[in-house]
């Protein structure tokens, strides 16, 4: 038995942690993992993908790649009787899926920083072409606006931790003054932590960051980053044995699962 994953590059550090988990429960489950990667977020790259995946006869695939819902239905037809799971895709749309709960994520870290007293609040969004990204963004302004704040500033990087890096600098040349950072996911909040101990910035003394994802490595950055955790590794296991149950069942009712996030306070906020 072989599942199919289409992933986002796995230079990104979620991606690649997502596909260790879901190949360790699937070897748990003596099946085999082939896997395609995509560059870029592209959607006739994404088709290519499920084609070849296709083609070597996987029976069921999971789909790590962030897809409008008009795409995810346009993959999902194109699979037929192949079970199909999303994992980056609207948590709205009616297909099988299991992502994370992004909006009460960003609730968590507005609420952290509020809780501090912090006011003056800048933000480093993820890539705009990415539901999950978008979703971040809009519940940071949410919860920001509960309590009458805007951000002070808005920035946009592509999850890489040079993009983290240049657009902190380019928030710092701004001269606009921020007190907290809530970045959009942890490689780029370890680019911001360079930007700022470069250009005398004191973390959490001058500037809090808080980012988004708990990577394995957020632990090991200075200092030691305060995250909205998304367990990979439950996602790793949920979708395998939903997938699983998916290629024995044949139609189950459609289900879009959301699994719930938590806020890790470590050394970046104060
Ligand atoms: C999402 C990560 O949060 C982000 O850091 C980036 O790596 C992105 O993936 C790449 O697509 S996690 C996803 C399951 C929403």
């Excluded at 539901?131 to 946009?156: C, E, F, I, P, Y």
């Amino acid at each position: 038995h072989t599942l199919g994953l289409v992933t986002s590059n796995l230079s990104l550090h979620a991606p690649s942690q997502i596909a260790a988990a879901i190949k360790s429960q699937a070897s748990k489950l003596h099946f085999n993992v082939v896997m395609s990667m995509i560059e870029q977020p592209d959607l006739n790259a994404c088709k290519n993908a499920v084609n070849g995946l296709l083609s070597q006869r996987v029976d069921g695939l999971i789909v790590n790649i962030p897809l409008e819902d008009e795409q995810a239905q346009a993959i999902r037809a194109m699979c037929g009787t192949v079970p199909v799971l999303f994992v980056d895709v609207s948590p709205e749309l009616a297909t099988h899926s299991i992502t994370f709960d992004a909006v009460t994520g960003a609730h968590l870290a507005v609420e952290h920083l509020v809780a501090q007293g912090h006011k003056q609040v800048a933000l480093l969004c993820g890539p705009q072409d990415s539901v999950s990204a978008r979703l971040r963004q809009q519940g940071w302004q949410q919860a920001l606006a509960k309590h009458h704040l805007n951000a002070v500033a808005q920035l946009q990087g592509d999850w890489s931790s040079l993009s983290g890096y240049l657009q902190t600098l380019a928030l710092i040349s701004l001269n606009t003054p921020f007190t907290a950072l809530l970045v959009a996911n942890d490689q780029m909040a370890l680019g911001s932590l360079r930007a700022l101990n470069e250009s005398g910035l004191s973390v959490p003394k001058h500037v809090s960051v808080v980012g988004y994802d708990d990577t394995e490595d957020s632990a090991c950055f200075i200092p030691p980053l305060t995250t909205i955790k998304q367990d990979f590794k439950a996602l790793g296991s949920a979708s395998v044995d939903r997938l699983i149950a998916l290629i024995h069942s044949g139609d189950l009712p459609l289900q879009a699962t959301v699994l719930a996030v938590t806020l890790i306070e470590r050394k970046t906020t104060a």
